[in-house]
């Protein structure tokens, strides 16, 4: 369900990598959340880093969409990096796994495509 890839590089090495990754695979960053950021400013002290990307290749977005617009409940694509136990991780999860939830057969190969590239453009941030 989850792919997950650790890195050597910081969080913040790690999103500058990513952004370049997500662009060269003909993704776009659709919006990034800072937890940390995001709860402090709710007063709750977080002490780990945690960046959410969603990311949407549109395309692909529009086929998923033509058959099961009750799949926009788990779009865009998310990619997490965050730090645990002293390490920087990208995780996302597995698209053939979470479109498989909504029993649409036509959907397979497309969510396949996807996350293929998804995890290639974590593979890419992490070196």
């Given amino acids: ?4 890839l650790p890195t050597e590089k910081t969080v913040t090495e790690t999103a500058t990598a990513l952004e370049a990754a997500v662009q ?5 960053v659709m919006q990034v959340h ?5 709860l402090w400013k709710k007063g709750v002290e977080f002490d780990h ?6 990311v949407c290749q549109p395309q692909q977005a529009k086929k998923v969409l033509e058959q099961a617009m009750s799949v926009s409940t788990a779009l865009p694509c998310r990619i ?41 453009i974590i593979r890419e941030a992490a070196v």
């Fill in 80 to 120: 997490s990096i965050y730090e645990e136990g002293g390490q920087t991780m990208l995780a996302t999860l597995k698209p053939t796994k979470l479109l498989a939830m909504f029993a649409v057969p036509q959907l397979e190969q497309i969510a396949q495509e996807v996350e293929d590239t998804l995890i290639k």
């Fill in 34 to 38: 800072n937890l940390k950021e995001t």
């Fill in 49 to 54: 880093e945690c960046l959410i990307f969603e």
């Fill in 1 to 4: 369900m989850l792919f997950q």
């Fill in 24 to 28: 060269a695979n003909h993704f776009g």
